[in-house]
Protein backbone atom coordinates (compact mmCIF):
# COMPACT_ATOMS: atom_id res chain seq x y z
CA UNK A 1 0.00 0.00 0.00
CA UNK A 2 1.79 3.04 -1.25
CA UNK A 3 0.43 5.32 1.79
CA UNK A 4 2.08 2.80 4.53
CA UNK A 5 5.14 3.18 2.49
CA UNK A 6 5.54 6.61 2.60
CA UNK A 7 5.11 6.83 5.81
CA UNK A 8 7.83 3.88 6.40
CA UNK A 9 9.93 6.00 4.48
CA UNK A 10 9.33 9.01 6.92
CA UNK A 11 10.09 6.38 9.84
CA UNK A 12 13.22 5.38 8.21
CA UNK A 13 14.44 9.03 7.87
CA UNK A 14 13.68 9.64 11.17
CA UNK A 15 15.66 7.02 12.83
CA UNK A 16 18.67 7.97 10.18
CA UNK A 17 18.06 11.42 11.77
CA UNK A 18 18.24 10.34 15.13
CA UNK A 19 21.40 8.12 14.92
CA UNK A 20 23.67 9.80 12.36
CA UNK A 21 23.45 13.32 12.98
CA UNK A 22 24.87 15.55 16.07
CA UNK A 23 22.40 15.62 19.12
CA UNK A 24 22.76 19.72 18.61
CA UNK A 25 21.02 19.31 15.29
CA UNK A 26 17.71 18.13 16.89
CA UNK A 27 17.01 20.97 18.64
CA UNK A 28 15.03 19.05 21.56
CA UNK A 29 12.50 17.21 18.60
CA UNK A 30 11.69 13.56 19.73
CA UNK A 31 13.85 12.15 16.88
CA UNK A 32 13.17 8.59 18.73
CA UNK A 33 9.70 8.38 17.57
CA UNK A 34 10.51 7.30 14.20
CA UNK A 35 11.35 4.01 16.49
CA UNK A 36 8.28 4.05 17.53
CA UNK A 37 6.42 4.37 13.90
CA UNK A 38 8.06 1.24 12.98
CA UNK A 39 7.16 -0.77 16.01
CA UNK A 40 3.39 0.64 15.28
CA UNK A 41 4.01 -0.32 11.57
CA UNK A 42 5.12 -3.69 12.20
CA UNK A 43 2.15 -4.62 14.70
CA UNK A 44 -0.51 -3.27 12.48
CA UNK A 45 0.85 -5.47 9.00
CA UNK A 46 1.97 -8.50 11.17
CA UNK A 47 -1.33 -8.90 12.54
CA UNK A 48 -3.28 -7.84 9.39
CA UNK A 49 -1.40 -10.99 7.49
CA UNK A 50 -1.90 -13.34 10.70
CA UNK A 51 -5.97 -12.39 10.26
CA UNK A 52 -5.80 -12.64 7.00
CA UNK A 53 -4.16 -15.87 6.59
CA UNK A 54 -6.07 -17.64 9.96
CA UNK A 55 -9.33 -18.03 7.84
CA UNK A 56 -7.81 -20.32 4.99
CA UNK A 57 -5.17 -22.46 6.55
CA UNK A 58 -4.12 -24.48 9.77
CA UNK A 59 -2.40 -22.48 12.49
CA UNK A 60 0.64 -25.03 12.41
CA UNK A 61 1.22 -23.88 8.30
CA UNK A 62 0.89 -20.59 9.16
CA UNK A 63 3.39 -20.29 12.25
CA UNK A 64 5.89 -22.04 9.41
CA UNK A 65 5.61 -19.92 6.75
CA UNK A 66 5.19 -16.65 8.88
CA UNK A 67 9.03 -17.72 10.69
CA UNK A 68 10.70 -19.01 7.46
CA UNK A 69 9.45 -15.71 5.85
CA UNK A 70 11.57 -13.65 8.74
CA UNK A 71 14.19 -16.24 8.36
CA UNK A 72 15.07 -15.13 4.80
CA UNK A 73 14.20 -11.90 4.76
CA UNK A 74 15.98 -10.41 8.35
CA UNK A 75 18.60 -13.10 9.18
CA UNK A 76 21.38 -12.83 6.04
CA UNK A 77 21.47 -9.24 6.81
CA UNK A 78 22.05 -9.59 10.29
CA UNK A 79 24.36 -11.72 10.35
CA UNK A 80 26.66 -10.65 7.87
CA UNK A 81 26.90 -7.29 9.78
CA UNK A 82 27.58 -9.04 13.26
CA UNK A 83 30.35 -10.84 11.14
CA UNK A 84 31.89 -7.33 10.11
CA UNK A 85 31.02 -6.09 13.32
CA UNK A 86 33.24 -8.93 14.69
CA UNK A 87 36.16 -8.09 12.10
CA UNK A 88 36.02 -4.87 13.33
CA UNK A 89 36.56 -5.56 16.51
CA UNK A 90 33.47 -4.59 18.23
CA UNK A 91 34.51 -6.30 21.57
CA UNK A 92 30.80 -6.78 22.80
CA UNK A 93 30.24 -9.35 19.90
CA UNK A 94 33.07 -11.73 20.49
CA UNK A 95 32.64 -11.59 24.43
CA UNK A 96 29.45 -12.73 24.21
CA UNK A 97 28.42 -14.22 20.65
CA UNK A 98 25.59 -16.27 21.02
CA UNK A 99 23.51 -13.57 22.72
CA UNK A 100 24.23 -11.32 19.33
CA UNK A 101 23.02 -14.68 17.43
CA UNK A 102 20.03 -15.37 19.10
CA UNK A 103 18.76 -11.72 19.34
CA UNK A 104 19.24 -11.29 22.61
CA UNK A 105 21.34 -7.78 22.69
CA UNK A 106 18.82 -5.74 24.05
CA UNK A 107 19.20 -7.68 27.29
CA UNK A 108 22.89 -7.57 27.33
CA UNK A 109 22.45 -4.19 27.34
CA UNK A 110 20.12 -3.83 29.96
CA UNK A 111 22.14 -5.82 32.12
CA UNK A 112 25.86 -3.87 31.70
CA UNK A 113 24.32 -0.44 31.67
CA UNK A 114 26.09 0.92 28.66
CA UNK A 115 25.77 0.92 24.92
CA UNK A 116 28.52 -0.77 23.14
CA UNK A 117 30.19 1.09 20.49
CA UNK A 118 28.89 -0.15 16.79
CA UNK A 119 26.24 -2.08 17.87
CA UNK A 120 23.90 -0.74 20.30
CA UNK A 121 21.85 0.00 17.52
CA UNK A 122 20.80 -3.51 17.55
CA UNK A 123 19.06 -3.70 20.40
CA UNK A 124 15.78 -2.61 17.87
CA UNK A 125 16.06 -5.15 15.82
CA UNK A 126 16.19 -7.73 18.96
CA UNK A 127 12.89 -6.00 20.04
CA UNK A 128 11.27 -6.91 17.21
CA UNK A 129 13.11 -10.44 16.51
CA UNK A 130 11.23 -11.15 20.05
CA UNK A 131 7.96 -9.85 19.52
CA UNK A 132 8.21 -12.27 16.43
CA UNK A 133 8.56 -15.50 18.46
CA UNK A 134 5.36 -14.85 20.38
CA UNK A 135 2.99 -12.22 18.97
CA UNK A 136 1.76 -14.29 15.88
CA UNK A 137 0.78 -17.07 19.23
CA UNK A 138 -1.23 -14.58 21.09
CA UNK A 139 -2.83 -13.59 17.23
CA UNK A 140 -3.31 -17.23 17.06
CA UNK A 141 -4.40 -18.56 19.89
CA UNK A 142 -6.30 -15.82 21.73
CA UNK A 143 -10.40 -15.64 21.04
CA UNK A 144 -11.31 -13.38 18.16
CA UNK A 145 -13.73 -11.86 20.79
CA UNK A 146 -11.31 -11.37 23.61
CA UNK A 147 -8.73 -10.35 21.20
CA UNK A 148 -9.18 -6.55 21.13
CA UNK A 149 -9.55 -6.51 25.27
CA UNK A 150 -6.52 -8.20 25.34
CA UNK A 151 -4.62 -5.71 22.86
CA UNK A 152 -5.73 -2.71 24.85
CA UNK A 153 -4.77 -4.11 28.24
CA UNK A 154 -1.12 -5.00 27.00
CA UNK A 155 -1.25 -0.94 25.45
CA UNK A 156 -1.92 -0.06 29.06
CA UNK A 157 0.23 -2.10 31.18
CA UNK A 158 3.17 -0.46 28.79
CA UNK A 159 3.41 2.91 30.33
CA UNK A 160 2.62 1.16 33.89
CA UNK A 161 6.06 -1.11 33.19
CA UNK A 162 7.72 1.74 32.78
CA UNK A 163 7.29 3.57 35.61
CA UNK A 164 8.38 0.74 37.50
CA UNK A 165 11.20 0.26 35.08
CA UNK A 166 12.36 3.61 35.58
CA UNK A 167 12.34 3.51 39.34
CA UNK A 168 14.95 0.11 38.92
CA UNK A 169 16.93 0.84 35.63
CA UNK A 170 16.91 3.50 33.39
CA UNK A 171 18.19 0.98 31.10
CA UNK A 172 14.97 -0.75 31.60
CA UNK A 173 12.75 1.57 30.40
CA UNK A 174 12.93 1.70 26.54
CA UNK A 175 15.18 -2.01 25.67
CA UNK A 176 13.13 -4.57 27.34
CA UNK A 177 9.98 -5.86 25.00
CA UNK A 178 7.37 -5.17 27.60
CA UNK A 179 8.73 -1.38 27.27
CA UNK A 180 7.12 -0.90 23.96
CA UNK A 181 4.45 -3.24 24.07
CA UNK A 182 1.89 -0.26 23.80
CA UNK A 183 3.14 0.33 20.16
CA UNK A 184 2.91 -3.16 18.98
CA UNK A 185 -0.47 -3.67 20.73
CA UNK A 186 -2.27 -0.47 19.08
CA UNK A 187 -0.79 -1.42 16.26
CA UNK A 188 -2.68 -4.81 15.81
CA UNK A 189 -5.79 -2.86 17.69
CA UNK A 190 -5.87 -1.53 14.63
CA UNK A 191 -5.45 -4.46 12.29
CA UNK A 192 -8.31 -5.97 13.98
CA UNK A 193 -10.59 -3.30 13.50
CA UNK A 194 -10.12 -2.81 9.81
CA UNK A 195 -10.39 -7.01 9.65
CA UNK A 196 -13.44 -7.01 11.96
CA UNK A 197 -15.08 -4.07 11.97
CA UNK A 198 -17.31 -1.97 9.65
CA UNK A 199 -17.00 1.85 8.98
CA UNK A 200 -14.87 3.67 10.90
CA UNK A 201 -15.81 7.42 11.13
CA UNK A 202 -12.77 9.66 10.22
CA UNK A 203 -14.18 12.75 12.67
CA UNK A 204 -13.67 9.60 15.97
CA UNK A 205 -10.26 9.03 14.22
CA UNK A 206 -9.49 12.29 14.10
CA UNK A 207 -10.80 13.15 17.54
CA UNK A 208 -8.52 10.58 19.40
CA UNK A 209 -5.88 11.25 17.44
CA UNK A 210 -6.38 15.07 18.24
CA UNK A 211 -6.36 14.35 22.20
CA UNK A 212 -3.46 11.93 21.96
CA UNK A 213 -1.45 15.11 20.28
CA UNK A 214 -2.14 17.19 22.74
CA UNK A 215 -1.59 15.22 25.85
CA UNK A 216 1.84 14.23 24.10
CA UNK A 217 2.43 17.56 23.93
CA UNK A 218 1.86 19.08 27.14
CA UNK A 219 3.86 15.50 28.35
CA UNK A 220 6.72 16.24 26.54
CA UNK A 221 7.04 20.03 27.17
CA UNK A 222 6.98 19.52 30.61
CA UNK A 223 9.65 17.12 30.54
CA UNK A 224 11.64 19.16 28.25
CA UNK A 225 11.13 22.47 30.66
CA UNK A 226 11.84 20.36 33.62
CA UNK A 227 8.69 20.23 34.78
CA UNK A 228 7.88 16.37 33.95
CA UNK A 229 4.19 15.56 36.02
CA UNK A 230 5.60 12.04 38.45
CA UNK A 231 4.42 8.55 36.25
CA UNK A 232 2.66 10.63 33.88
CA UNK A 233 5.37 11.32 31.64
CA UNK A 234 5.76 7.86 30.91
CA UNK A 235 2.60 8.07 28.94
CA UNK A 236 4.16 9.96 26.75
CA UNK A 237 5.08 6.76 24.46
CA UNK A 238 1.64 5.37 24.63
CA UNK A 239 0.03 9.04 23.41
CA UNK A 240 2.30 9.18 20.76
CA UNK A 241 2.18 5.74 19.86
CA UNK A 242 -2.08 6.42 19.28
CA UNK A 243 -0.85 9.67 17.04
CA UNK A 244 1.31 7.25 15.10
CA UNK A 245 -2.07 4.87 15.45
CA UNK A 246 -4.52 7.40 13.36
CA UNK A 247 -1.84 8.61 10.71
CA UNK A 248 -1.19 4.60 10.20
CA UNK A 249 -5.18 3.98 10.35
CA UNK A 250 -5.65 7.10 7.82
CA UNK A 251 -3.07 5.50 5.47
CA UNK A 252 -4.50 2.41 5.58
CA UNK A 253 -7.60 3.41 4.44
CA UNK A 254 -6.13 5.39 1.77
CA UNK A 255 -7.14 8.92 3.38
CA UNK A 256 -4.31 11.14 3.93
CA UNK A 257 -6.44 13.94 4.37
CA UNK A 258 -4.45 16.60 6.91
CA UNK A 259 -1.09 14.45 7.15
CA UNK A 260 -0.70 14.20 3.67
CA UNK A 261 2.05 16.68 3.68
CA UNK A 262 3.99 12.85 4.94
CA UNK A 263 3.17 10.93 2.73
CA UNK A 264 3.57 13.41 -0.24
CA UNK A 265 4.83 11.90 -3.26
CA UNK A 266 3.48 8.69 -4.48
CA UNK A 267 6.49 8.23 -6.72
CA UNK A 268 8.78 8.64 -3.56
CA UNK A 269 6.36 5.89 -1.53
CA UNK A 270 6.74 3.27 -4.74
CA UNK A 271 10.30 3.43 -5.02
CA UNK A 272 10.85 2.91 -1.26
CA UNK A 273 8.58 -0.40 -1.93
CA UNK A 274 10.78 -1.26 -4.45
CA UNK A 275 14.06 -1.01 -2.86
CA UNK A 276 12.26 -3.85 0.16
CA UNK A 277 14.88 -4.12 2.54
CA UNK A 278 16.06 -0.49 3.05
CA UNK A 279 14.28 -0.56 6.09
CA UNK A 280 15.91 -3.21 7.68
CA UNK A 281 19.68 -2.08 6.06
CA UNK A 282 18.51 1.24 8.65
CA UNK A 283 18.45 -0.93 11.43
CA UNK A 284 21.38 -3.27 10.79
CA UNK A 285 23.47 -0.91 9.48
Known amino acids: MPQLDGLRAVAMMGVVYHHWFPADWRWHAPTEAGLFLFFLLSGFLMTQGLLREVEVDSTGQILRRFHLKRLQRIYPAYYVALALGALLGIKEIWHSPWVWLVNGQNFLIQQCGYWPPGAAHFWTLAVEQQYYLFWPLLILWVPRRALPVTLLLLALSAPVFRAYAASQSWWSVDLLPWSVIDQFALGSLWAYAMHHCGKISRRWLDAVGLIALLGY ?30 LISRASLGQCGWFSAVVWHLSFSQSCAARGRED ?6
Open 217 to 246: AWLYGSWELGHAVPHWCHWQQTFLAIVFLV
Open 280 to 285: LLVFVG
